[in-house]
């Protein structure tokens, strides 16, 4: 399969990206159907993971913040794959988890400073207009604005880039599907005004220079 992969796409295919998506209430919707809990920490689930290393390839988690730990154990024991976390860690703040952002926020902090103790993972900035995130925004008859956007996930973006480091975070857009909270125009503005205060090389870091390295884009 990856031989196939890559020889249809020797410029492009960079790594895997793969749904670890599992939450203990039936509630919660998994990303990807099937998925059993523990799968991160499954033996023939690593195994397969190191492979990656052979093929210059990165791995991709889309997880919950509930698995945050569950995956920085998976990065200790593969630290020669480079991994990517995506959408800050799968925030949720619907069904057991509405009405609890505070503590939803505490929980998923200690994960991500966990997450960050691991050199070879990155995280992308992006995804909190997914509806499973509870800001509801879909709901509201008038979009929020970039200032708006920035208020409430700046706490959320800086801490990340506070534990990863701007080297190890990037933003993204996770275009169509944040499309339901806001235009794209206005989520890139409301990063660019999170970051005014930022040095050049930092700003750089964020939003080119660190996917421009992770992806190899150019070589």
């Not at 390839?57 to 990065?75: D, G, K, V």
């Not at 480079?82 to 988890?97: A, E, K, Q, T």
């Not at 005004?193 to 660190?210: G, I, Q």
Request: charged residues 20%; proline residues 6%; positive net charge.
């Amino acid at each position: 399969m990856i031989e196939a992969q890559r020889a249809a796409s020797p410029k492009r295919f960079r790594g895997i990206r793969h749904s670890c998506t599992w939450d203990a209430s039936p509630a919660v919707k998994t990303a990807t159907r099937g998925i059993p809990p523990g799968l991160m920490g499954d033996s023939a689930f690593r195994a397969g993971l190191r492979s990656l290393k052979g093929y210059g390839l990165s791995f991709e988690a889309w997880l919950y913040h509930p698995q945050l730990l569950e995956f920085a154990s998976l990065a200790r024991a593969v630290p020669d794959v480079p991994m990517v976390l995506n959408h800050i860690g799968g925030l949720l703040g619907v069904n057991p988890y509405a009405g609890k952002r505070d503590e939803v926020f505490q929980v998923w902090k200690r994960g991500i400073a966990e997450v960050a103790t691991c050199p070879n993972v990155v995280v992308k900035l992006g995804g909190l207009g997914m509806v499973r995130c509870g800001f509801d925004w879909h709901t509201r008859s008038v979009p929020p604005t970039s200032t708006e956007l920035m208020e409430v996930t700046r706490p959320y973006y800086l801490h990340c880039i506070e534990q990863f480091g701007p080297t190890r975070c990037m933003f993204e857009s996770n275009f169509p599907v944040d499309k339901l909270s806001c235009s794209y125009n206005i989520l890139w503005n409301s990063f660019k005004r999170m970051t005014k205060d930022f040095s050049a090389t930092e700003r750089s870091a964020l939003f080119h220079d660190t996917a421009t390295r992770v992806y190899r884009l150019g070589s």
